[in-house]
């Protein structure tokens, strides 16, 4: 039997231990055991001013299939089989030429530059597939899926690089925090505590001042963790849901002063290879099983580690999940529906176009640049104060002058273009986002970075499905949708409808730039970051149209799948929960964390939303296979994008609230409910809850959803049959690094939590 791979290094199969792990000094890539010290850590120049990039110069990439095992390596014909890691790379991400209209302030700089991401990928016939976004897993619904994932963040002698943002991440966050010398709090903050309360006697002094200091003032320059978290897989079991803490290091050889893996890995390595033995764990690697039984759909993949997720997939780490009944390799998946996807011969033919849209921001050496605090005053940072003193509550990027310095990139290239024919394409559009909500429309207009925001050669388009899978109906014609980051919409646009023979589409996006409060739509200017992609439609004689007939078939098809087996819960729920969202500021105004609470209603007249850290003990325990509704009070100003692990849910219903005071650094959340329901007209606007069905109307379920401030959004959902520990966050990535996530329980796995050594899911 040929052994796995991890990235191409070979683990002798032979000689793992009981516990499935690889006997260190049998592994084919060590090396010295004192090799020289890593490689410095990268600070950002000066921000690129988006007026240097070119726009639509560079080519669409389409992700290939990402390679599977076979032959002898792959070692369970009961499951498609990968290996795939995480690398570091350069990748030419902007455009190698500049904009005939460039300022003079970009006359020194070099648009050739290639630049340093991570990327997953594996090794097939002699080459490495790592690529931002990664190529695109192909699963087939009822084969289930199994992933070696790999940590190969070192250099060419296996020691360790330092993250690409060491100088921004923050070590006063609740993080993975690996570095022995803070005190040995593994997935723990160091700055938990902090500030003591003024005039407090020894007991009331919790904070670590000396551990708080450290962290606040000096940078991480260790190791990386990783762990990954297949975004929508239905039924997946907890030991292969990317749990944040179930972290682990690369098999590097300088790690000493770093725990390998995290608080989780061992407890959930354990269950792993119990319900599936033979799966391998090892030094810098996990063996997780996807069941993929759920309808088709479009997954994603992305790192998830404690506190840091949102540099670690800045840095490049997602890529897409397919779910399919059947590859479409001689038909559409679907009648009605465009093929092939990608794969299937060459670009030109393909009509099936998977688009990560997220936004990046590079300094003038074409690196990611990715902002710190730089302004917070001293009495106001931990450990004197309690704002992280480098993290920034979302990823906006601005120029020295307070305008934008964003872009957006498709499949990890700076406003790319893309040639196609006068015919329906299918488009499945990720926001891939940090932190910014997308208002995804298309037109034949030429956007102008200042002018107006472009209202003029808009054209429809009509929508299928969502992250969860085909609607039971085809919904539109519409004009827009919204997408909160991590959620998905499944598209057809007909480019038979453009005006003349040939002529180009503008994918275009007039979400805000600043925090979306849900109504906040593009500021009346064209930023560059509305500018997502061109299509050039080609000169063609013929054309095929997505006309009635054509969309009927496709509706009727539609129905027929979904009919197969509706997804519709019981509208009588075994449990109802409360809880709310709530932002805390420090005396200056800026944001200290965001935080998932509880809600107290000792008080009918005035409920209370009631602070909640990630460490703090699980407070929702469902029963296996019950159903339930949980209602997400937004106290805050922004809308949050919700996202629940391991199932599937339904948004039912919407209820204003009002709050008593505004939330502060001592807030009491105090809030009453006002009878109204449903969202007024410009809340949200876009956003597809439910659709037309054969027996009226039908919620589409979901696995992320926005959530509007000042409205109580209720979530309904049924909980898997076998019992698990799972997570529950915010998908604006800085804020589900910043306390706003929290674990969740279905039935009671009996799992030891081993911070406090008490029962997990009692």
């Known amino acids: 039997m040929t052994p796995p791979a991890v990235d191409g290094v070979r683990v002798n199969v032979a000689l793992l231990t009981a516990e499935g792990l690889p006997a260190s000094d049998h592994l ?86 290639k630049t340093r991401v991570w990327a997953y990928g594996t090794d097939a016939g002699g080459s490495s597939t790592h690529n931002w976004p990664s190529y695109t897993i192909e699963a087939t619904r009822g084969k289930p899926v199994q992933v070696l994932w790999g940590n190969e963040l070192v250099d060419s002698a296996r020691r360790y690089r330092p993250h690409l943002f060491a100088d921004q991440l923050d070590q006063t966050l609740h993080w993975a925090n690996p570095a022995k010398k803070l005190g040995g709090m593994l997935d723990d903050s160091p700055c938990m505590g902090c500030p003591n309360p003024p005039g407090c006697k020894k007991a009331a002094c919790t904070c670590n001042v000396a551990a708080c200091t450290t962290a606040a003032t000096s940078k991480y320059l260790g190791p990386v963790p990783l762990v ?196 329906p394409y299918r488009l499945r559009i990720l926001n891939g986002c ?157 944001p200290m964390g965001q935080f998932i609470g509880n809600v107290d209603a000792t008080n009918p007249a005035a409920l209370q939303g009631v602070k909640q850290t990630w460490m703090d003990p699980v407070a929702a325990v469902t029963g296996t296979d019950a159903v339930e509704e949980w209602t997400i009070i937004n106290l805050t100003g922004d809308a949050h994008p919700i996202h629940m692990h391991e199932g599937l849910f339904e948004v039912v219903t919407q209820e204003e609230v009002v709050k008593q005071e505004a939330v502060t650094i001592s807030p009491t959340g105090a809030f009453t409910f006002t009878g109204q329901l449903g969202l007024p007209a410009g809340l949200l606007d876009g956003q597809i809850a439910s659709a037309p069905c054969d027996t009226g109307t039908c919620f589409v379920r979901k696995d992320t959803t926005l959530v509007a401030p000042g409205y109580a959004t209720t979530l309904r959902f049924k909980a898997a049959s076998r019992p698990g520990l799972f997570m529950w966050h915010c998908h604006l990535l800085e804020h589900e690094d910043n306390e706003m996530m929290r674990p969740f329980c279905i039935g009671n796995p009996g799992y030891t939590n081993p911070h406090t050594n008490k029962p997990m899911c009692a």
């Open 28 to 113: 084919l890539h060590r090396v010295s055991p004192e090799p020289p010290p890593p490689p410095p850590v990268y600070v950002n120049g000066p921000v690129l001013n988006p007026a240097c990039v070119a726009k639509y110069q560079s080519t669409l990439l389409l992700p290939p299939i990402m390679p599977k095992l076979t032959g002898a390596a792959a070692t369970n014909g009961a499951y498609d089989q990968y290996n795939i890691s995480a690398r570091e790379i350069l990748q030419a991400v902007l455009p190698p030429v500049l904009p005939a209209n460039a300022p003079p302030e970009c006359a020194g700089y070099d648009p050739t530059a």
């Open 228 to 423: 990954t978290h297949v975004h929508g897989m239905e039924g997946v079991q907890d030991n292969s849901d990317g749990y944040s803490e179930a972290w682990f290091m690369p098999d590097a050889v300088n790690l000493a002063g770093y725990a390998t893996n995290g608080s989780w890995y061992d407890i959930l390595r354990a269950s792993a290879q119990a319900s599936n033995p033979g799966s391998v764990f090892g030094p810098g690697a996990a063996t997780y099983t996807y069941p993929v039984s759920q309808r088709p759909a479009q997954l994603w993949f992305h790192d998830h580690v404690l506190g840091i997720t949102r540099l670690n997939v800045y840095s490049g780490l997602a890529g897409f999940f397919m779910v399919r009944n059947a590859f479409p390799q001689n038909g559409p998946e679907l009648p009605g529906l465009p093929y092939p996807p990608p794969g299937m011969g060459p670009d030109s033919a393909v009509r099936e176009l998977p688009l990560a849209i997220q936004d990046r921001a590079f300094d003038t050496s074409n690196q990611l640049y990715y902002p710190k605090q730089t302004t917070l005053p001293a009495a106001d940072a931990l450990p004197n104060g309690p704002v992280p003193p480098t993290w920034v509550p979302e990823f906006f990027a601005s120029l020295p002058d307070g305008s934008d310095a964003t872009l957006m990139t498709v499949n990890g290239r700076v406003a790319p273009r893309h040639d196609v024919a006068k015919e």
């Open 434 to 590: 940090n932190a910014k909500s997308l208002i995804i429309y298309f037109s034949t207009t030429q956007p102008t970075v200042g002018a107006e925001v472009v209202t003029s050669g808009v054209l429809p388009f009509w929508v299928v499905g969502n992250e969860a899978g085909f609607f039971p109906s085809l919904v539109g014609p519409v004009t827009q949708v919204l997408l909160g980051p991590a959620e998905r919409y499944d598209v057809i646009f007909d480019f038979s409808t453009v005006p003349g023979n040939a002529g180009s589409v503008y994918m275009l996006n007039k979400g805000p730039g600043v925090p979306f409060n849900g109504a906040n739509v593009g500021g009346g200017t064209t930023i560059h970051q509305a500018q997502a992609m061109r299509f050039d439609v080609l000169k063609s004689p013929n054309s095929i149209t997505f006309d009635k007939a054509r969309r009927a078939t496709l509706d009727a098809a539609l129905r027929a799948e979904y009919n197969k087996a509706p997804t519709q819960l019981p509208t009588a729920p075994s449990r109802t929960r409360q809880f709310a969202l709530l932002e805390y500021f420090g005396s200056n105004g800026n």
